[in-house]
């Protein structure tokens, strides 16, 4: 009850003022019939006033207030393809065993549609690689990671991320694997078990990864154009990825 005192006695308090705003104009005034017919009009209006003030305008505030936040987070997201994300793209898709079948649908080109957006967001939610550990420079991948440790960490103390959970997940499913990474001394001649562990450890990452940058590929396609072209010209999923127009 006591973080409700406050506003019990506001309203006590309001209430009081009212009922002797009201004496006060009976007083000078005699008229009670006047200030009951105002009275009733105004509480007739109340419930017209409520809906519109706390309902509609607040409404339209907090959607804009959302929109901006999440225009801020897809800064975040932008920032971390551009430091690790797009070199994790890249760099793991080369030991899948299915990488064609990847890149022909995560293909990104000019003149795709938002219906193809939406087939290939279907395909990299339920994404399934074909990799064996044993074939993957699991220490060059510990010594990205663990390079880009504290940068991961700093995304994950954004209080914004609250508002964008499939990143989150991203950015966890990214520090598992770091962590388990960083927890095996050497990572030669693992058992056949731990190699299995860290398979489905970069499947689940990777699965998030395909899935968020294909997210923000949208994003920019509708609102960053200048940032869109190069995207085209530079990500992983196309033959001959280069930044130069030819």
Known sequence: MGRYSYFIKAAVIFVILSAFTYFIHFLIFRDSHH??????????????????VVIVIERILTSREKQAMLQKLNMVVGAFFSEVGNHLLG????????????????????DWTPGDFKRAAAYAYNLQIDLDCRKIDLEGLKAFLSRKRMFVLGLLQNPN????????????????????????????????????????????????LSSEWLDYVKHLRSNYPFLYSLVLRTHPFQEHPKAIFV
Do not use: C
Not at 169 to 185: F, G, I, K, S, Y
């Open 161 to 208: 991320l609250m508002e964008h959970d499939h990143f989150t997940n991203l950015l966890w499913a990214l520090t598992h694997l770091d962590e388990e990474l960083e927890a095996r001394p050497s990572l030669k001649d693992l058992p056949e078990k731990d190699l299995e562990h860290l398979a489905g450890d970069i499947q689940r990452m990777y699965d998030h």
């Open 35 to 52: 200030i009951f017919i105002y009275m009733v009009g105004d509480l007739a209006f109340l419930p017209l006033e409520v809906f519109l």
């Open 91 to 110: 760099d793991l898709l080369g030991y899948f065993g299915n990488r064609a079948e990847i890149s022909s649908n995560l293909n990104v080109t000019q």
